[in-house]
């Protein structure tokens, strides 16, 4: 059987992981597996409809305000940079407050935690990637299309990579538990900035993808999981 060096976290020796999960990295350093978990064990069907239910009803109230300030319905709102954020943290706060409602007390912490992550990474890759276009437009070598593209990409991955790091520092500022790691599911949150590549560039099936629609299914997707998180 596998020692648990840690029971509160499900956490095994270095050595005993790899003979049992030879596909898995470790980190020797801590002597804990680099991988975090989001689920120990899986949630009833009841349970992930509420969260879902939660995660949906936090994204719409923000957008019911924007809704009344725009004079738009909920379907043609403008996103711009607080718009986004706003928006994000309502569906990702709705997810986790659901989820703390319906899930185990144990796992409480778990949730805010990939609460945390999901927010920073909805957020932190706009903020930089804003100024960045906006320092492009200034310098008369950089002001193109090819340029704002390239920089847009880099600046986007690299706002991830911080928005790791930094929800890592705060949930785990002594690090004693495995670091959150960045996964394709969580680029999804980004898609507006990588959709909004495409306008840039000015392709022809840009005009064709309504990206704008698709942020509150993404910022409500973020909820849910930060929510079903244990």
């Not at 596909?23 to 975090?36: A, C, E, L, P, S």
Request: with cysteine.
């Amino acid at each position: 059987m596998l020692t648990q060096v840690n029971p509160k976290f499900n956490i095994y020796t270095s050595e005993e992981f790899a003979e049992f999960y030879p596909k898995k990295r470790v980190r020797r350093k801590f002597d804990i597996t680099t991988y975090r978990y989001h689920q120990q064990e899986d949630l009833s069907i009841n349970s992930k409809v509420k969260i879902g239910i939660g995660a949906t009803l936090g994204t719409i109230i923000p957008m019911s305000v924007l809704a009344v300030k725009q004079r738009r319905n909920l379907f043609k709102l403008h996103f711009g940079l607080k718009e986004m954020i706003a928006t994000s943290l309502g569906g990702i706060a709705g997810g986790v407050i659901s989820g703390l409602f319906v899930d185990k007390k144990e796992y409480k912490k778990h949730k805010i935690d990939e609460g945390v992550f999901q927010f920073l990474n909805a957020s932190i890759p706009p903020l930089l990637v804003m100024p960045a276009i906006k320092g492009c437009e200034k310098v008369k070598a950089l002001n193109n299309i090819t340029t704002k593209a390239i920089t847009t990409v880099g600046v986007l991955f690299g706002g991830m990579k911080i928005a790791a790091t930094m929800s890592n520092f705060i949930n785990d500022p002594k690090d004693l538990e495995p670091d959150r790691r960045l996964t394709f599911k969580d680029a999804v949150a980004n898609i507006d900035d990588a959709l909004g590549i495409f306008v840039l560039a000015k392709m022809p099936f840009a005009k064709y993808l309504h990206a704008e629609k698709l942020l509150p299914a993404i910022y409500a997707w973020c909820g849910y999981r930060a929510g079903e998180s244990n």
